[in-house]
C-alpha cells in the first residue's frame, strides 16, 4: 500500500487518479479497481457497488437505474461536459443543478452550488423559478430538497441508485419497533414528569430518509447536523430525559462525550437484538441511546494513520470528520463538519501541512484549491463513497437532456403525511438554540 500523500498542487480528479492507478501510471493504491468503471456497469447488481460501502448490506427494495442509453456510457469526458453545458444553457433558469462536496470534479464543475446536504437544499429555495432541481448528491439530500423546495419544483437525482448506506441503517420500520419497546420500558413516551422532562426525545442527523425525520417530527423529535449538534442535542436535553440518536452512533458519542455525558450512558441499539442489545438497567440509566449506524467512509480513518501522518510530517494539523470512531477524532487535532474542515484551511495563514478525515473528493478539490499547503487524505488508499461515485457525468447529461426534451426523469417526492411532520423536525433544528444550562 503507498503512502504517499498528495503534493499540492493536483488534479482534483479522483477519476483521473483512479485511472493512473489502474494503468499503473501512479503509485497510489485504491480500494477497488472497479472504481475506474462506468457506475452504469453496477446499476442492475444488487449492493452498493464499488468503493467504501462495499460491504455493507443494501436493504431489499432499494431503488435501482434502469440502464443509462448507450450514448452516454460510451461518450469521452469532453463530449459529456459539452452536452451537459449545452443542455444547461437551452435550459437556463428553468434548472439549477446542486453539486455535494462528495460529489467527483468531472459533476461538480457544472453545479450553481456546491455544498453539505443541508446547504444545498436551502441554496434551492433561492431559485424560485426553477422548475427543476438537479441534484448531484445522494437519495436522503433530494429529499429534504423536495422538502423545502415548492409544489412545482421538481428535484431531480440523476442516478436512482445513488442511496446513502449509512442513511439506509435507519430503517423506519425498525425506528418504530425500537419506539415501541422504549415505550415498554419508560412508560408513556408523550408523559413528562414533574421536571417536564418526557423520557426521549428523537433526534436524526440529516443523513437519514424523509421517513425518519417524519417519525421525529411526530414524536417531539428533531433533526441535526454535523455542524449544529451540540446545539440539538442540548435543545432535547431541555425537554427530554434521554436522546435516542440515529443513525450515525459516532457523531451521537462524539457529540455527547464532548458535553459530557459519560460512554456508561450512551448504550448501542442494535435494531436486530431484543431492547436493542441492552438491559433495562442500561436503559434507564442511558442518557443517549445510540443507534448501530455509521458512514462507511469515515469509518476508514483510525489512529494508525494519524500516528503515521504526525511520524512523517511532524507539525501536521489533523483535522477529521465527527462521524469518525471516537479513538480518531480523540487522537486528532480537531473534529468538525465539511464546512468546519474548509474554513479551518481557508483560514490557514501560513503554509501548513493537513491531514484530513473525510471523503477523498473534497480533500482533493482543497488540495488544488490551496496550493500554498500541503492537504492529503489520511487514508491513504483513494476510496471514494460508493454512492456519491453513482453519479457521473453521464447521468447529468441524460437528465439535463431529458429536460430539454419535456421529460422529468427520475423525480424524488416526499408524500405530505411524511413530508409534513419532517418539516417540523427540520425548522425545529433552524429555531434551535442552546439552553442556559447543559446537562
Ligand atoms: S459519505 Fe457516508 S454519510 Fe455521506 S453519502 Fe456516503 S455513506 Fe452516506
Same mark, same amino acid.
Given at each position: 500500500?503507498?503512502?504517499?500523500? /498528495? ?32 457506475? @452504469? ?30 450514448? !452516454? ?39 450553481? !452550488? $456546491? ?16 422548475? &427543476?432541481?438537479?441534484?448531484?448528491? $445522494? ?11 415548492? =409544489? ?26 425500537? @419506539? ?7 412508560? =408513556? ?15 436524526? !442527523? ?26 440539538? /442535542? ?8 434521554? #436522546? ?6 459516532? /457523531? ?8 459530557? $455525558? *459519560? ?5 448501542? @441499539?442494535?435494531? +436486530? +437484538? *431484543? ?35 504526525? &511520524?512523517?510530517?511532524?507539525? #501536521? ?11 480518531? $477524532? ?9 464546512? !468546519? ?9 501560513? *503554509? ?13 478539490? %482543497? ?32 437528465? /439535463? ?22 418539516? #417540523?423536525?427540520?425548522?425545529?433544528? %433552524? ?7 447543559? =446537562?
Amino acid at each position: 500500500m503507498s503512502t504517499t500523500p /498528495l503534493h499540492a498542487p493536483v488534479d482534483p480528479s479522483v477519476d483521473h487518479a483512479l485511472r493512473l492507478i489502474v494503468t499503473g501510471a501512479s503509485t497510489e493504491s485504491t480500494c477497488t479497481t472497479d472504481l475506474a468503471a462506468g457506475p @452504469w456497469n453496477f446499476d442492475t447488481i444488487p449492493g452498493y457497488g464499488p468503493g467504501s460501502s462495499m460491504g455493507d448490506v443494501i436493504p431489499t427494495g432499494s431503488p435501482r437505474q434502469g440502464e443509462l442509453p448507450a450514448a !452516454y456510457r460510451e461518450a469521452e469526458e469532453a463530449e459529456l461536459h459539452d452536452r451537459i453545458r449545452a443542455a444547461k444553457q437551452t435550459l437556463g433558469d428553468r434548472v439549477v443543478i446542486l453539486g455535494h462536496f462528495y460529489q467527483r470534479e468531472e459533476v461538480v464543475q457544472h453545479a450553481d !452550488y $456546491v455544498g453539505d446536504s443541508f446547504q444545498l437544499a436551502t441554496a434551492a429555495k433561492e431559485h424560485p423559478d426553477a422548475k &427543476a432541481i438537479v441534484f448531484c448528491g $445522494v437519495h436522503f439530500m433530494a429529499e429534504t430538497a423536495d422538502l423545502l423546495s415548492g =409544489p412545482d419544483q421538481a428535484v431531480i437525482l440523476p442516478n436512482l441508485a445513488a442511496g446513502c448506506s449509512m442513511a439506509d441503517m435507519a430503517d423506519i420500520d425498525q425506528v418504530e419497533e425500537c @419506539w415501541e419497546q422504549l415505550a415498554e420500558v419508560y412508560g =408513556p413516551m408523550d408523559v413528562a414528569d414533574d421536571e417536564g422532562l418526557v423520557p426521549v426525545i428523537p433526534v436524526t !442527523y440529516m443523513n437519514s430518509s424523509a421517513a425518519i425525520k417524519g417519525f421525529v417530527g411526530r414524536h417531539g423529535g428533531i433533526v441535526c447536523t454535523s455542524s449544529n449538534a451540540r446545539t440539538v /442535542l442540548e435543545w432535547a436535553f431541555a425537554r427530554g430525559r434521554r #436522546v435516542l440518536f440515529f443513525p450515525d452512533q459516532h /457523531l451521537g458519542r462524539n457529540t455527547a462525550k464532548a458535553m459530557g $455525558v *459519560p460512554l456508561e450512558q450512551m448504550p448501542m @441499539w442494535n435494531p +436486530r +437484538r *431484543p431492547l436493542g442489545g441492552s438491559s433495562t438497567a442500561d436503559l434507564q440509566d442511558a442518557r443517549v441511546i445510540l443507534w448501530h449506524g455509521f458512514c462507511s467512509v469515515h469509518r476508514r480513518f483510525t489512529v494508525a494513520q494519524i500516528d503515521q501522518a504526525r &511520524a512523517e510530517h511532524p507539525g #501536521v494539523r489533523v483535522i477529521v470528520h465527527p462521524e469518525c470512531p471516537m479513538e480518531v $477524532v480523540d487522537a486528532a487535532d480537531e473534529a468538525g463538519s465539511t464546512d !468546519y474542515i474548509r474554513k479551518a484551511i481557508a483560514a490557514a495563514t501560513e *503554509p501548513t501541512t493537513f491531514a484530513v478525515g473525510t471523503e477523498i473528493n473534497l480533500v482533493r478539490r %482543497l488540495a488544488a484549491q490551496y496550493p500554498q499547503h500541503e492537504i492529503f487524505c489520511l487514508d491513504p488508499v483513494v476510496c471514494p463513497c460508493s454512492t456519491m461515485y453513482r453519479i457521473h457525468p453521464g447521468y447529468l447529461a441524460w437528465v /439535463l437532456e431529458e429536460l430539454v426534451a419535456g421529460r422529468t426523469p427520475n423525480r424524488i417526492t416526499v408524500t405530505a403525511d411524511v413530508a409534513d411532520p419532517a418539516r #417540523v423536525a427540520l425548522e425545529r433544528m %433552524l429555531a434551535a438554540k442552546p439552553p442556559v444550562t447543559v =446537562p
